[in-house]
Nanobody
Framework: QVQLEETGGGDVQAGGSLRLSCVAY????????MGWFRQAPGKEREFVAG????????FYADSVQGRFSISRDYLNRRTYLEMNSLKPEDTATYFC????????????????????WGQGTQVTVSS
């Protein structure tokens, strides 16, 4: 069982930066993949970025590649999402998620891969 708690959301102007943080409580084994998703009003929840807990391999959605950076603090069980060059279309509730990678499917880019979810933190980017 893993519990997740996000912090760091807020309001920012276009072009600005924010850093989101997610702390994990519970069993974090070598199969864990941490992900960040977002959901804008009236839209489906979408993958943003992911990182393998063991080894730290990262992967991103095309829409944020080069602007966002995911990282983890292994000892303190924290996952970060550094968001730069923010755009109004980045406005959404951002969710931290964790899942166990035990086979090739489902992909860790997919919602159904993730078992554990945080409550979400709001990010609003104004133009």
């Amino acid at each position: 069982q893993v519990q997740l708690e996000e912090t760091g959301g807020g309001d920012v102007q276009a072009g600005g930066s924010l850093r989101l943080s997610c702390v994990a409580y519970g069993q974090m084994d070598s199969t864990i993949v941490m992900g960040w998703f977002r959901q804008a009003p009236g839209k489906e929840r979408e993958f943003v970025a992911g990182i393998r807990w063991s080894g730290g391999v990262t992967f991103y959605a095309d829409s944020v590649q080069g602007r966002f950076s995911i990282s983890r603090d292994y000892l303190n069980r924290r996952t970060y999402l550094e968001m730069n060059s923010l755009k109004p279309e980045d406005t959404a509730t951002y969710f931290c998620a964790a899942g166990h990678e035990r086979s090739r499917l489902p992909s860790p880019r997919a919602l159904e891969f993730y078992t554990y979810w945080g409550q979400g933190t709001q990010v609003t980017v104004s133009s």
